[in-house]
């Protein structure tokens, strides 16, 4: 028996405001000029933001309108909360891509190397790992309570951890342990301090029961709780830990259970292969165990900048599949287009609203074009 653990944090964490805010300008430069060059960096600090990159467009953006409006959006509407998106300062310094990462992009080719990880797996009906599947719906039911529960006293920054049992074939058992830390206001309307014992209260009725009522087939009467084990959470947001674009890239991912080839996705048009070959390897992974050729699999693609075509393409299947796993690989050469502009075409990714990526995971959510198993059939 092994235990694997993933987290999650709310669209609240400084980190995904981070995210967030690289994502609603990357949907507005693209929104205006679908051919839009864009590699924008957040960073958050107390009462600021700082927006900097790369951005070659025919789009204008009024960038700090933007920053504001999504900071606002979260929940950052008064310092005491963390963060103000009226009256904090937004420092701006952008320019445009660089001449010698363009002309291998103008060609078709790939605007960086790297190597790019997509996972899938059978253990829950959105082929996502457990632990991160459980980690991602407790931080979007957070958000359903802070909006639609008044006065529950929670504030926008927020994290969660699930450790799951798996026995040695690979196969989730029962959850271990719910790890669950929420910002909260210090006092209530009247004027009291509210007790710790209150804020674990209302976040285990509110956010984990009606979570783990959905999971319950993995549930036991052992679970260990720990609900702001610190004791305290008042001080959250920007104001207490400084936020950066990428810096969540595992939480954005499959949370551990699958290799990370380093790149950060936020904030990153569909020509950085970072992003847009992660989304394709996603694809294809879950094609693939949709289909049947395996339980679970990790699908490795790697690029040369200005090169079209990766230049290794490697599926593993951890000993589930039902075929020749070289098959396999001749298969998803043969059914997909993996050059960069292949890619975008496929998924249409210059269409794609990226900002409810930046909110609760890249992956597992079906409006994502990235997670249709239109191919599977052709794979079988």
Known sequence: MKIYTSESVSIGHPDKVADQISDALLDEFLKQDPRSRVAV????????????GEVTTNAYV?????????????????????????????????QGQSNDIAMGVDTGGAGDQGMMFGYATNETKNLMPLPIAIAHALMHKAVEARNNIPGIGLRPDAKSQVSVIYDNHGVPKTIDTVV?????????????????????????????????????????????????????????????????????????????????????????????????????ARYVAKNIVTAGLAERCVVQLAYAIGVAQPVAVNVETFGT????????????????????????????????????????????????????????????
């Not at 960096?41 to 900097?52: D, F, I, Q, W, Y």
């Not at 509407?77 to 420092?91: I, K, M, P």
């Open 321 to 380: 599949e039902t075929m020749d796993p070289d098959a396999i690989v001749a298969r998803v050469k043969d059914n997909f287009d993996l050059s960069p502009e292949g890619i975008i075409r496929t998924l249409n990714l210059r269409s794609t609203k990226y900002l409810p990526t930046a909110k609760n995971g890249h992956f597992g959510n079906s409006d994502f074009p990235w997670e249709s198993t239109d191919i599977a059939n052709s794979l079988k």
């Open 62 to 94: 009024n960038v700090q309108d933007v920053v504001r409006e999504t900071i606002k959006s979260i929940g950052y509407t008064n310092t005491a909360v963390g963060f103000d998106g009226d009256s904090c300062g937004v420092l701006v310094a952008i």
């Open 41 to 52: 960096e957040t960073m958050l600090a107390h009462g600021v933001a700082v927006v900097s």
């Open 180 to 280: 669950v830390s929420h910002q909260h206001d210090d006092f209530g309307p009247d004027g009291k301090q509210i007790p710790q014992e209150e804020i674990r209260r209302r976040v285990m009725e509110h956010i984990i029961e009606p979570v783990l009522a959905d999971y319950a087939q993995f549930r036991n009467s052992e679970i260990t709780f720990h609900i702001n084990p610190t004791g305290r959470f008042v001080t959250g947001g920007p104001a207490g830990d400084t936020g950066l674009t990428g810096r969540k890239i595992i939480v954005d991912t499959y949370g551990g259970m699958a290799p990370h080839g380093g790149g950060a996705f936020s904030g990153k048009d569909p020509t950085k292969v970072d992003r847009s070959a992660a989304y394709v």
